[in-house]
């Protein structure tokens, strides 16, 4: 019984020499940043050796524990616990949430416990919040205006403002300009375009398109304030306008507005930016058709008038020293025949002709005379424009005439004398 008890003893003491001792527990991975977009699946590594019988615990950042090894202690059905492999203990958190943020530990039950700080960053795409975010408006000239463009995103997004130049240009962002807000003092009509605001991050890029529209008065401009034509005559009066809203464009003579009639026929160019031009032609000139001319353009702003004078040209007045022959002139150039004063009359006039029947249309023929001193019209002809004209004598013929008939008188009371 002795020896049984010895060999016994001896054994215990064998075992507790030669029993390798039990190695302590460490993480495999050092800590770690993790980022990942909203809406994704966030991996959140912690590999540990020799775990042995030890436990594996994971706190939110609010220091909350949400797993005890594989069990999930959070009522949150996102948050699991993903082990690829043996020593693999990682935090699986699905459809990641900006409130998920934060710091986040992985602990080993051993005295003192041993802690993993892992750090997770959500990264949000740029969003322009509407509601909070200017729409297009319509300003008065000279007023302040404030273009708000309110954004969030994560990281936070940079903003930068671009002015449109047309549909599918735009100018450079403005000035270097930077923020959510723009600012423009004492807006002109120059100010008038299509502004753009730009929110970009790490993640993404979102735009906003806001129209600004600049109301201002009207503005009138005459391209001759005083035309001159003879009895029986054509001419044309224009008058071009700039303003927004447009409201009404007339013209007035003796105190009535001109109506559309056999005698006066009245069109609207659309030129753009703003612009109109109200052209009046008036048929067959009469003494009682010369005089003061008013344009009268008017919008919710303001009203403005400007006037011009038709004046009358002699008939029996003639100029020049062109035969009375075949006269031929290039459109658009001076009149070889007329004099300064008589080309008031027939003035160059953009090639274009009118549609009658419907006020505003422009077509485009190659060219069109408007009026002449001459003859009554000249159609649209492409190219020269021949003008005949055989019921005038011009001075320097007559002159001419007179020359040679004083010399015959001299030659004859020569040799009268002789």
Not at 319 to 325: A, L, N, R, T, V
Request: charged content about 20%; some cysteine.
């Amino acid at each position: 019984m002795s020896m049984r008890l010895l060999h016994c003893v001896e054994l215990v003491v064998l075992l507790s020499v030669y029993a390798k001792p039990e190695e302590t527990p460490s993480f495999d991975t050092p800590a770690v940043n993790v980022t990942c977009q909203a809406g994704e699946t966030a991996i959140l590594p912690c590999r540990i050796n020799s775990l042995g019988g030890r436990q594996v615990v994971w706190q939110n950042p609010q220091r909350t524990a949400i797993l005890h090894n594989e069990r999930r202690l959070w009522d949150d059905p996102r948050f699991s616990s993903h082990r690829p492999y043996i020593k693999d203990w990682n935090l699986s958190i699905m459809l990641v949430r900006p409130t998920d943020e934060g710091i986040y530990t992985c602990s080993i039950s051993t005295t003192p416990p041993l802690t993993k700080v892992i750090r997770l960053y959500v990264q949000v795409p740029p969003k322009i919040i509407d509601s909070l975010s200017s729409r297009n408006m319509i300003v008065r000239e000279g007023q302040t205006v404030i273009l708000i463009c309110n954004v969030t995103g994560a990281p936070y997004p940079e903003v930068k403002w671009y002015k449109w130049i047309t549909l599918k240009q735009k100018d450079e962002a403005i000035n270097g300009f930077r923020g959510e807000m723009l600012v423009i003092h004492n807006i002109s009509r120059n100010c008038d375009a299509m502004y753009q605001c730009e929110a970009s991050n790490a993640v993404g890029q979102v735009v906003r398109d806001i129209s600004v529209k600049v109301e201002f008065a009207p503005e009138v401009r005459l391209p001759n304030k005083r035309i001159g034509q003879q009895v029986g005559k054509n001419t044309v009066l224009e008058c071009i306008v700039t303003a927004y809203p447009h409201g009404s464009t007339f013209w007035m003579y003796k105190g009535r507005e001109i109506q559309r009639s056999s005698q006066h026929h009245l069109e609207i160019y659309d030129e753009g930016h703003n612009t109109v031009t109200l052209s009046l032609r008036i048929y067959e000139l009469s003494a009682t058709d010369f005089g003061r001319y008013t344009c009268v353009a008017k919008n919710k702003i303001e009203m403005i008038e400007m006037d011009m004078e038709l004046y009358e040209i002699g008939g029996s007045k003639t100029q020049g020293s062109i035969k009375p022959s075949e006269v031929t002139y290039q459109p658009g150039k001076p009149r070889p025949d007329l004099s300064p004063s008589d080309q008031g009359g027939t003035r160059p006039q953009e090639p274009r002709d009118v549609d009658r029947n419907n006020l505003g249309t422009p077509r485009n023929p190659p060219y069109r005379v408007v009026s002449t001193t001459m003859r009554n019209d000249i159609p649209p002809i492409p190219g020269q424009v021949k003008v005949h004209n055989h019921s005038y004598r011009t001075t320097a013929s007559v002159q001419l005439s007179i020359a040679f008939v004083t010399i015959a008188i001299l030659a004859l009371q020569v040799l009268g004398t002789v």
